[in-house]
């Protein structure tokens, strides 16, 4: 039985002589893993229907087991493109996506997330707002949300000129001075992340610094080859030293 | 190992008992099953071919891929494959020094080269940069051609990766280093093939030959 959805194509890497291994992000059936037969030999009529990037596709796949044969990719919008710095985001968001959702376990939210975030890629240069309030979402369908207005253990009220650390897996805790060398925020910067204030340059890059650490733990001591390549690439285009979105 | 049923490639050897003996045989089928494109089918008449009719060139062939493997490698400066330390297109007097084209793969060099007009040189990165299968810049040896970029012989770099959105990104990313050290940059132009009748042509690629289209 065929199975339709919308979808993204997160990666593909070439299968025997003329396949590609493709990991879909479908609407309806979250991460999918697919053969897609014949797609790399240049005289197949599929090719022209090449799956790229970035690219809202109808898919429709079909198979009883864990790997999927995909049947057939239709685009079905305006095909928009990323490039420079932004295609480098968008290789760090699929890397995520790749690395952090289970396979089969659909959420429209971050779908449409996704979808958003692309769009907004493909269209805008200030897109870092958008890319953590992504990040953020991220966290919270992980079953990690970021909880920034109490105090894990006391169950206290944030106050604004106080100093916290976050303790991944289980909230924000008072400062303590003798803790040795971690990563410390203030009352203000965190109630202010929790209402995604990232038009303020400060407050953006505070978060930066809170959500990767989240991430990182998430991934659990996977680093993400996209992050540096595109610090690498940024590293190039600008003088300014203090760089990186992801 | 049961009955085998006849699509089995295998299946051959696997028929007579016997066969299963010959493991020198049966060894020789899977080596020649490891090029692309050979299967075990194909791989069965190679070695029949070889040790029945043509042993003289089995000798040969053999002596060829000992010398190769010992002396032939990546030159040290374009890291296409040569003999020599630096290949002959790179030690060419004829050739452009100010010139270096990009290619993801030694096919794509040799697909130029049969072209006949590029009279520069090359640089062959053997793949492009894909983060998730965690293939980066030191993989393609992109600090080797930022090294000789920052010798001041070479003034354009042309970029001749594929059109995939990896393509892409080892495009920009060899882009901005080159650009950093004033060096002319350019990509290969994508479109209409010669010949190509536009109705047979899918969107992107309309699209792509209309926004890259050039004055006439
Ligand atoms: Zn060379």
Redesign the interface.
């Known amino acids: 039985m065929n199975i339709e959805s919308k979808g993204f194509v997160l990666h593909t890497r070439p299968y025997k002589e003329t396949s590609f291994l493709v990991d879909i992000f479908s609407e309806n059936h979250g991460r999918v893993r697919c053969v897609a037969k014949g797609y790399r030999r240049s005289t197949s009529r599929q090719r022209a229907e090449s799956l790229s990037l970035f690219v809202p596709y109808n898919f429709t796949w079909r198979g009883k087991n864990d790997l999927k044969t995909l049947v057939n990719a239709e685009t079905c919008e305006m095909n928009l493109s990323l490039s420079g710095e932004r295609l480098f985001v968008g290789l760090y968001v699929n890397e995520l996506l790749y690395n952090l959702l289970a396979i089969y376990d659909p959420s429209k939210e971050i779908y449409a997330g996704y979808f958003e975030l692309v769009n907004f890629l493909g269209t805008s240069a200030r897109y870092n707002g958008k890319l953590r309030c992504f990040e953020l979402l991220l966290l919270e369908y992980l079953g990690y949300g970021l909880v920034l207005d109490i105090e894990y253990e006391s169950g206290n009220t944030i106050e604004l000129e106080k100093k916290y650390e976050y303790l991944h897996g289980y909230g924000l805790s008072p400062f303590e001075s003798q803790s040795e060398n971690r990563d410390v925020y203030v009352g203000a910067d965190l109630l202010a992340i929790q209402d995604q204030r990232f038009d303020d340059i400060h407050i953006e890059k505070v978060a930066r610094r809170l959500i990767r650490s989240a991430i990182d733990y998430q991934l659990d001591g996977k680093l993400l080859n996209s992050r540096k390549l595109y610090q690498q690439y940024l590293a190039s285009t600008k003088s300014d030293s203090n760089i990186g979105q992801c | 190992m049961g009955l085998k049923c006849p699509q089995d490639s295998n299946f051959l050897f696997s028929l007579v008992f016997e066969y299963m003996q010959e493991h020198i045989l049966s060894k020789l089928v899977d080596d020649l099953a490891r090029f692309?494109?050979i299967g075990k089918k194909t791989s069965q008449r190679m070695a029949i071919h070889l040790l029945n009719k043509d042993r003289k060139g089995a000798e040969e062939i053999s002596a060829s891929i000992q010398e190769a493997l010992s002396k032939v490698r990546k030159c040290g400066r374009c890291r296409a494959l040569t003999e020599f330390d630096i290949c002959s297109i790179c030690q060419s007097e004829k050739r452009s020094k100010s010139k270096i084209c990009v290619v993801e793969n030694l096919q794509d060099l040799y697909a130029i080269e049969q072209g006949g007009s590029f009279r520069g040189r090359y640089f062959v990165l053997y793949g492009h940069?894909s983060?998730?299968?965690?293939?980066?810049?030191d993989d393609l040896g992109i600090d080797l051609l930022i090294d000789q970029l920052s010798n001041g012989e070479v003034q354009e770099i042309i970029i001749a990766t594929n059109l995939?959105?990896e393509g892409?990104?080892t495009a920009?990313?060899i882009a901005?280093?080159a650009?950093?050290l004033d060096i002319t940059v350019s990509r290969i132009a994508h479109g209409v093939p010669v010949g190509g009748e536009l109705e047979y042509?899918?969107?992107?690629?309309l699209?792509l030959a209309i926004e890259t289209r050039q004055g006439f």
């Open positions: 692309p494109g940069l983060p998730i299968d965690g293939i980066s810049a995939t959105v892409q990104a920009y990313f901005e280093k650009r950093s042509l899918d969107g992107n690629t699209n």
